[in-house]
């Protein structure tokens, strides 16, 4: 492949050279982190790679505007974009990330990324039209364009209908298997898409137009980004099941591998304690700034930073044993249950149109004021790549709960892995055919499943985690440091550069030779 060219498109991107509050306006989860570190895979396996995506001209939290011109980002040129009749001209921006240049689409009308479902049509369609014409600027005919979720589909149909890049091969990748993610409209919407009518049958069934089901017909490849989610897509779409695969994702190691654990000069069960002791002490500081909360340090940390959506199933699981997971360590309380003795830390904030998304987050600051949880539960209602990676990072117990079969494949969890930090997590998505139970007895495993799935066990296996917690601080006992090592090592095989290396000999060069 180091004589081909991937263009890899996505409409949410992790760009960290951006700065924070620029990064963060266009990023809102694991697709954002995804792509973001795409570019250290590609460029490691020497595949020259063309990284397309939006910078959205507001900030997504806040309504703020955004000016790329105030960012490392550089505008070379404006570019002119033909769509619904007119000509429209917009900045094309450029950034380099771990060695690619990305560009970088600044429509000013598009507004936030992941808007209502007709501002989205509009921003794709416009996508669509701007990545086929920034490739024909930059007379790139790149041999595959590997297209991120349903927003970046129309890049499909606009570069098929290019002479220019007829022998140009395209995989389609879906993030998701949940329901309310994969939208549909009213066929009445088609011609806001901005293609030719001839591709409006791809679009259809039941009489809507469903755009994720239009890149599963109009790729060449269909990816999951699990095992367990391709699948799942399979199902979904049974008459494609031939042309669907599904490779878990990967994430950077050099990127989010803590700077205490690289300044070691050699990593073992308890050097690795130690700088795991700095990390948590790094986070707790920040909380304390950002809360006025000390959390006390002497506890084991359980923490859940991640997008407030319905099918992550945080409150559910969560609200019947918080109490319990907080109370001193021991405490019988009225339903039975004995207290863990631990810190919760939540963050993350549910989509501006999921009223019940947004009820939880009132219910979580209401938490943090609760005689019983003060103190000890945090709640921090937002999202960004800084704070997610320090709380992942910092804390002794990450816990992953969606509901079976709907995590894609989950990202914060291999941020975790390859820091050395325990999971605790639904059995599924990533995590299905990779992670391994932990077992003190045999001293291997890295992660503890709730299974069977609900709230009871996920409270029982956090009380086995931190016993085993508590054996090692009180006791001496090392199983603990012991787990966080098997954690550690494994988080080498989650690695970006593997992910890639896999979609090149499993996708790339089987798509090409064909």
Known sequence: MADKTVCVVSAEAMIQGLGPFACGANQRGGLGDLFGHMMEGFVKNEIRVIPITYFYPRDWQTGEMVDY??????????????????????????????????????????????????????????????????????????????????????VIPNLRDDPFFEKTKYIFTLHTSVHDALDSMPNEWYSEFAISEKYRSAFLRDGVLDPTLAGVRMADLITGVSDEHGGEIRRMYPEYATEIKGFRNGTSRSSLL????????????????????????????????????????????IALFRREADYKNRRPMFEPIIKAICAPRGKILEDGRRGLGANVIFGGVAHENDPAGRENM???????????????FVYLSFYNAAWRTLAVRGCDIHVECPQPRCEACGTSWMLALLNGVMNVATL?????????????????????????????TLYLQLDKADGWYYDWTLNQNDWWPRLKMNNFLRGEEVDITKMIERY??????PLLAA
């Open 258 to 301: 803590s700077p205490r654990i690289k300044a070691l000069p050699h990593v073992n069960p308890y050097s690795l304690w130690t700088a795991h002791l700095g990390d948590k002490a790094e986070l707790h500081e920040e909380i304390r700034k950002e809360t006025g909360v000390s959390l006390d340090p002497e506890r084991p940390d």
């Open 504 to 509: 090149n000999t499993l996708c790339f060069e």
């Open 69 to 154: 011109n105030n960012t490392p980002a550089r505008c070379n040129y404006n570019l002119d974009v033909d769509i619904y009749w007119q000509k429209r001209s917009v900045p094309i921006f450029t950034i380099d990330q771990a060695g690619a240049r990305v560009y970088g689409i600044n429509d000013p009308e598009a507004g936030i990324i992941y808007p209502d479902t007709w501002k989205k049509v509009r921003q794709a369609a416009f996508f669509g039209r701007a990545a086929h014409a920034l490739l024909k600027k930059l007379n790139e005919r790149p041999e595959i364009v590997w297209c991120q979720e349903w927003p970046t589909m129309p």
């Open 362 to 376: 009132e219910l979580y600051r209401r938490w943090m004021k609760d005689p019983d949880l003060k103190g000890r």
């Open 428 to 456: 599924g998505g990533g995590h299905k055919g990779f992670s391994r139970p932990a077992d003190p007895q045999t001293g291997e495993g890295d992660t503890l499943f709730i299974e069977p799935y609900n709230s009871e």
